[in-house]
């Protein structure tokens, strides 16, 4: 890990006029990149999705990656449905390494490739005058606004 290897650079060197001493904070330091990592690498718990599910007024359909509200729909591209579904199922707002690690897989460490897909489900979103149901943006955490419920629920 990157930030381990830099870290642990900061260890005095003898050789380079270091008292050769250990600096009390790396302990500390060490501790809390081997959380981060340890979390950021735990797989997001989420419920099973229908075929086609509601979130709030959108009806999305997975396998024809449409989402509908209000009788107009958008078509999505496969990342752009993956990261609705996981902020569908989340249930909650998720920071930006867990939308990584949910959509593209643990080993995906550029926030870029969020943003990107992000503004871009934004934007088809907005075609359908929903661009506000998610909340957040780039480097915090995102929500999608309204819960989620498979269409059998809803016949119920």
Same mark, same amino acid.
């Given at each position: #890990? &990157?930030?381990?290897? !830099? /870290?642990?650079?900061? &260890?005095?060197?003898?050789?380079?006029?270091?008292?050769?001493?250990?600096?009390?904070?790396?302990?500390?330091?060490?501790?809390?990149?081997?959380?981060?990592?340890?979390?950021?690498?735990l797989?997001?718990?989420?419920?099973?999705?229908?075929?086609?599910?509601? !979130? +709030?007024?959108?009806?999305?359909?997975? =396998?024809?990656? @449409?989402?509908?509200?209000?009788? #107009?729909?958008?078509g999505?591209? &496969?990342?752009?449905?993956? @990261?609705? $579904?996981?902020?569908?199922? *989340?249930g909650?707002? @998720?920071?930006?390494?867990?939308? $990584? !690690?949910?959509?593209?897989?643990?080993?995906?460490? =550029?926030?870029?490739?969020? /943003?990107?897909?992000?503004?871009r489900? $934004? +934007?088809?979103l *907005?075609r359908?005058?929903?661009?506000?149901?998610?909340?957040?943006?780039?480097? &915090?955490?995102? !929500?999608?606004?309204?819960?989620i419920?498979?269409?059998?629920? $809803?016949?119920?």
């Amino acid at each position: #890990f &990157e930030v381990a290897s !830099a /870290v642990l650079a900061l &260890e005095p060197c003898p050789a380079c006029g270091g008292t050769g001493r250990l600096d009390p904070t790396l302990p500390r330091i060490q501790q809390v990149i081997a959380r981060v990592t340890r979390r950021a690498s735990l797989p997001l718990q989420l419920p099973p999705v229908a075929e086609t599910w509601q !979130a +709030g007024d959108l009806t999305v359909h997975e =396998h024809g990656r @449409l989402v509908e509200r209000a009788g #107009f729909s958008v078509g999505l591209s &496969e990342r752009e449905l993956d @990261l609705l $579904r996981v902020l569908a199922r *989340a249930g909650r707002p @998720l920071r930006p390494f867990e939308i $990584r !690690a949910a959509v593209w897989g643990p080993g995906v460490t =550029h926030s870029g490739i969020v /943003v990107g897909v992000l503004q871009r489900l $934004r +934007g088809k979103l *907005a075609r359908i005058d929903a661009a506000d149901y998610l909340q957040g943006g780039a480097g &915090e955490a995102l !929500a999608l606004v309204v819960p989620i419920a498979s269409t059998a629920d $809803r016949s119920a």
